[in-house]
């Protein structure tokens, strides 16, 4: 996730930016830059990679200034290069961003009939040249940064730095979050309080929609209506160790809230956000084209993300797809196939199990890739290809924004396939593509149900036994989503497929028993809705997850209806990840549970 830092002194920043990009390290980027504000000009240095190459530049053309701003950077939109690195800037302004503007495209296209083009790849851009068509129709700084939220759709924490305004910066946060550190004559700003510990021991957090104009003396902050607002200052010391999870209580809680951006990391290493087409894959040691067969092996929610990916690859791509439970993969002693392909799914990438599952692929001739967040994992390490997942550091042991960025990741390896295959029509291809460039859209959608959720966690707190109930490759979410409330909220709790209800399960349904259906208008949503009625006439409190069109059908059998956005049906069970995510999350809180760290749970398991 990329990091914001950004000084308005009264000594150089240059150095101290640099060290406190260190700090944002753990966030994982792949460029950095500064820039910083002198005698009516404002300077900048950039470079792909580590921050050591961004040092050495830096040691060869020093920048002066007491104001300025840095950034680290990981690839949405546009691939890590150094003209693509933050900040952005024009002959008025430079900015930082994290998050994604959602209407870049449209932005940028008004932009250029007004003659201000984009020399780059990225969403931020746009922002740059908004405040500079401002500022050139004669507005302020002030004036200009209003203007220009004004258009924004999407999440960010912005950082601007403007020419011939060498004391002042100004910053606004929505959704993605924002520090302010107040300083001796110098006040500091940081994505999380973590970069701005060396600084400062009193720092501030910004809420949603809030804006401000920062100088060495103090702040000024403004609400999302430009009205001056007070906000609480808390000493850093006192939260040392929950600096980089601020304004969230939670570690799960900010993971869950990452995920468009996370998401639209994972994609973008195979799409072209641009362009709207396929990017080429690295280097592979085997071939979609003639690939015979996958075998795929994970744990815990990766094993559900395969399990989901099993119809995706089957639908699309024409290609079988074996999933397996690691733990139990190599005792049923599996027939492999000459030539086949051993998938492993993992965060960590250190799981016993799966590691295992690898090892016995690989002394049975397959070839071995792997789907993982941590790129130095043994798994890794020992995968011939790996596909990562870009998702940054996940603290919370249960997996919330891992587990969506596996299933982006094999959803887009499923399109890949399905092309060098020939098995999935141009216009069918083009319009998943087009589905999978508004998912980040989408899960900022979804999560706006967040406050409805929070009332439903409420009620299902006192529970006791709760069902899940999906068909296709919502039964694999059904799973997913009962592993997440026995994880974190200690309820006990069961998913099914749905057409399995009246072999067994069913026999379980009482008066009052919760009984969580998803149920997007998909080619299944009548037999699911069948199902729905049959838990209903026994009593059960349904709770069902659907799309508009859904809950207008079957409002009338559901004690309560959670609406997600209504997407094309490739990306629908990652969007339906989320209120499954929220809901086990606000259980847990609700019952005044250890969230991150539930009892006798490791975020890897490295024992078999």
């Known amino acids: 996730m990329c990091g914001i830092v950004g000084i308005a002194g009264n000594r150089p920043v240059a150095e101290r930016l640099v060290s406190a990009l260190t700090r944002l390290e753990y966030r994982g980027y792949d460029s950095a830059g500064i820039a910083t504000q002198a005698s009516g000009t404002i300077m900048r240095c950039r470079a792909q990679g580590k921050l050591e190459n961004l040092a050495i530049k830096l040691g060869r053309t020093p920048l002066e200034g007491t104001t300025g701003i840095g950034h680290t950077r990981w690839a949405t939109h546009g691939a890590p290069t150094e003209d693509n690195a933050h900040p952005h800037g024009t002959h008025h302004v430079v900015v930082v961003h994290n998050g994604i503007i959602e209407n870049y495209l449209q932005l940028r296209a008004d932009l250029a009939a007004d003659g201000y083009r984009a020399e780059t790849e990225t969403d931020t851009e746009v922002v740059a040249l908004l405040a500079t068509r401002e500022m050139d129709n004669g507005a302020t700084p002030r004036q200009a940064v209003q203007s220009t939220l004004a258009k924004l759709r999407g999440s960010y924490a912005l950082l601007f730095l403007f020419?011939?305004?060498?004391?002042?910066?100004?910053?606004?946060?929505?959704?993605?979050?924002?520090?302010?550190?107040?300083?001796?004559?110098?006040?500091?700003?940081?994505?999380d309080a973590l970069a701005l510990a060396p600084f400062t021991r009193t720092i501030t957090y910004f809420e949603?929609?809030?804006?401000?104009?920062?100088?060495?003396?103090?702040?000024?902050?403004?609400?999302?209506?430009?009205?001056?607002?007070?906000?609480?200052?808390?000493?850093?010391?006192?939260?040392?160790?929950?600096?980089?999870?601020?304004?969230?209580?939670?570690?799960?809680?900010?993971?869950?809230?990452e995920q468009p951006e996370t998401i639209a990391r994972a994609i973008n290493q195979f799409l072209d956000m641009t362009t709207g087409a396929l990017r080429p894959l690295p280097s592979l040691d085997f071939d979609f084209t003639t690939l015979p067969r996958i075998t795929a092996a994970a744990c815990g929610s990766a094993y559900y993300a395969g399990a989901t990916a099993k119809y995706w690859f089957e639908n699309y791509a024409a290609l079988p797809f074996d999933i397996d439970i690691a733990s139990e993969f190599r005792y049923r002693h599996p027939r492999l196939t000459e030539g086949?392909?051993?998938?492993?799914?993992?965060?960590?990438?250190?799981?016993?199990?799966?590691?295992?599952?690898?090892?016995?692929?690989?002394?049975?001739?397959?070839?071995?890739?792997?789907?993982?967040?941590?790129?130095?994992?043994?798994?890794?390490?020992?995968?011939a290809t790996i596909f990562p997942l870009l998702c940054g550091a996940e603290i919370g042991v249960a997996s919330t924004k891992a587990f969506t960025s596996q299933l982006a990741v094999l959803l887009c390896l499923a399109l890949k396939a399905a092309q060098a295959r020939g098995t999935l029509e141009p216009e069918m291809l083009h319009k998943r593509i087009a589905a999978l460039m508004l998912l980040p859209a989408a899960l900022s959608e979804a999560l706006k149900a967040e406050?409805?959720?929070?009332?439903?966690?409420?009620?299902?707190?006192?529970?006791?036994?709760?069902?899940?109930?999906?068909?296709?490759?919502?039964?694999?979410?059904?799973?997913?989503?009962?592993?997440?409330?026995?994880?974190?909220?200690?309820?006990?709790?069961?998913?099914?497929?749905?057409?399995e209800l009246k072999h067994g399960p069913i026999a379980l349904v009482e008066k009052g028993t919760p009984v969580i259906v998803l149920a997007p208008t998909d080619e299944l949503f009548d037999k699911t809705l069948s199902n729905l009625k049959e838990v209903t006439a026994r009593g059960a409190h349904v709770i069902l997850i659907t799309d508009p069109p859904g809950a207008e059908i079957a409002g009338g059998d559901a004690a309560e209806i959670i609406v997600m956005p209504q997407v094309d049906p490739a990306i629908a069970p990652i969007v339906s990840a989320i209120p499954l995510q929220l809901l086990a999350y606000h259980t847990a809180v609700e019952r005044k549970l250890d969230v991150d760290r539930p009892r006798n749970l490791a975020k890897s398991v490295t024992v078999e």
Request: proline share 5%; charged share 25%; net charge negative.
């Open 451 to 499: 406050p409805q959720l929070k009332q439903v966690a409420r009620r299902l707190a006192y529970f006791h036994d709760v069902l899940y109930l999906g068909r296709g490759p919502f039964y694999p979410l059904a799973l997913e989503g009962a592993l997440k409330l026995k994880e974190i909220s200690y309820i006990h709790a069961e998913g099914y497929a749905a057409g």
């Open 340 to 383: 086949g392909l051993a998938l492993m799914i993992s965060q960590s990438g250190e799981t016993a199990d799966s590691l295992a599952a690898l090892r016995h692929c690989a002394a049975n001739g397959q070839h071995i890739a792997s789907v993982v967040n941590v790129e130095e994992s043994t798994m890794a390490r020992e995968s």
């Open 163 to 191: 020419k011939n305004n060498d004391r002042e910066l100004i910053a606004a946060r929505r959704g993605s979050p924002l520090t302010l550190g107040y300083g001796e004559n110098e006040m500091f700003i940081g994505s």
């Open 208 to 257: 949603d929609g809030d804006w401000a104009v920062i100088t060495p003396e103090g702040a000024e902050i403004f609400n999302d209506l430009g009205l001056p607002v007070e906000r609480p200052s808390r000493e850093l010391g006192a939260y040392a160790d929950l600096a980089d999870k601020f304004p969230y209580p939670h570690f799960m809680a900010k993971e869950i809230h």
